[in-house]
């Protein structure tokens, strides 16, 4: 990466604004997976060693510029004052006189959690004088949001206008992961894409076929695919205006001699709940009030036999609704496969909310080359698209 990072910078006895994407899933006030908090440590690490007095930031859901009491970063707080093994204190707002105080008070090794930043509006409006403000707190601005850097907010982008900046470990490690990934993959380089909607994911699945010499479909996606060849897919998910551009991707396969495989059996319920009736069928069985819920298992083992070949594999969306453990076979078996060709010397990148959600539930993080806690920002980033909060950041 040729951002300036915090390892070219001198933080000793510097005030320094971190930037973290601490933006966990929560449930009735219990974070259900706390990565992006573990991703955040050692930028957190780094510059508490190293004498600064870290102000550390984030967005929580979507408060829409209100306090919502449900989205407070209180049990960040927690879950970081544990994961450190001190206590974490933290501000009752992101702005104002109490954060005044309290900063005023910071030494060299301490540390501060302001309270959600996106209780102000200001802040996903980029408000020059919200990022003034924020900037005003410190000397230094340090980004590691890279599941943020895909929105030009206040505290990503703006800030940048008015503080010496540079990027964080994670921020780097992500940036230098999916870079890797786009400009020098080791060939035959192949992508598995799933997840809910052709819709969402065009522009990925069009970056893909320039690059990837297989594209291997899976999840809901490949129901329109399907439908689009001229199978029934039942009450599945299908999007009918996404059929033209589910041919057309077919066809620029064809026409780029890239591999574009689908699935040639299915895992279809009567509904979709845990103790559904399920069952098997090739293409041409799913009947008209059932749901597709997963690849079969004969489609896993073409993939996987297909993936064998692979020097670099990149895997973004689930395989079927893998949130309900009967129609998670499909998506698990390719993780676990993924995961062991880590271990062969293939590249394994995975990237996407939903299919890191995955990974993570299997215990398979540390067996993938990198997985990602950039959700949309690195789908974008596999875009080609330029982030905001990245291109912001001085070169080095
Ligand atoms: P990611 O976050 O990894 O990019 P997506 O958000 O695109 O993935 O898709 C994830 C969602 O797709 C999951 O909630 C999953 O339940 C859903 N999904 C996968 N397969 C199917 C299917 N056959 N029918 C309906 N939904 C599906
Ligand atoms: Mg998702």
Redesign the pocket.
């Known amino acids: 990466m040729n951002k300036l990072t915090v390892r070219d910078i001198d933080v000793r006895g510097k005030r320094v604004f971190l930037r973290a994407d601490l933006n966990v899933p929560l449930d009735d006030g219990r974070i259900t997976d706390d990565t992006r908090v573990r991703a955040s440590l050692p930028t957190i690490r780094y510059l508490l060693e190293r004498g600064a007095a870290v102000i550390l930031a984030s967005h929580l859901g979507r408060p829409k510029g209100k306090v919502n009491d449900a989205l407070r970063l209180k049990p960040v707080a927690d879950r970081l004052s544990q994961l450190l093994g001190r206590n974490v204190r933290m501000t009752g707002d992101a702005l104002g006189p109490g954060v005044q105080v309290a900063i005023g008070k910071l030494r060299p090794g301490d540390l501060l959690l302001l309270e959600n930043l996106r209780f102000h509006a200001e802040e996903e409006a980029n408000d020059p004088g919200f990022a003034k403000a924020l900037a005003d707190m410190a000397e230094i601005y340090v980004d590691d949001a890279f599941g943020s850097a895909h929105r030009a907010h206040a505290s990503t982008e703006g800030i940048t206008h008015f503080l010496p900046s540079a990027a964080g470990l994670l921020l780097e490690q992500e940036v230098t992961a999916l870079s890797n990934l786009l400009a020098k993959p080791p060939k035959p380089f192949h992508t598995i894409i ?4 052709v819709s ?2 065009l522009e990925v699945l069009e970056v893909l076929l320039a690059r990837c010499q297989a594209v291997l479909v ?3 996606m490949a ?1 329109t695919f399907l439908a689009a060849k001229g199978h029934a897919m039942g009450k ?2 299908v999007e009918p205006d996404q059929l033209v551009n589910a041919e057309r991707i077919m066809s620029e396969a064809r026409r780029k001699r890239v591999r574009l495989m689908l699935p040639t059996d299915l895992v279809i319920a009567a509904q979709i709940h845990p103790r559904s009736q399920r069952q098997v069928v090739p293409l041409n069985g799913v009947p008209k009030d059932w ?4 690849i079969g298992p004969q489609t896993v083992e073409a993939y996987t036999t297909h993936l064998a070949k692979a020097r670099t594999i990149f895997w ?8 309900i453990a009967p129609f998670a076979e499909g998506t698990n078996a390719i993780a676990n496969y993924v995961a062991s060709r880590t271990a062969a010397g293939v590249i394994t990148v995975v990237g ?5 959600s995955a990974v993570d539930k299997l215990g398979l993080t540390k067996k993938m080359s990198h997985v990602s806690t950039g ?1 949309g920002a690195s ?1 974008e980033f596999v875009e080609g698209k330029k982030l905001p909060g990245v291109e912001a950041l001085p070169d080095r």
């Open positions: 799933g997840g809910a909607k969402g994911k899976g999840g809901g129901n599945s998910l749901i597709v819920v997963d973004n969306g689930p395989m079927g609704i893998f949130e996407g909310g939903d299919s890191v959700g789908l």
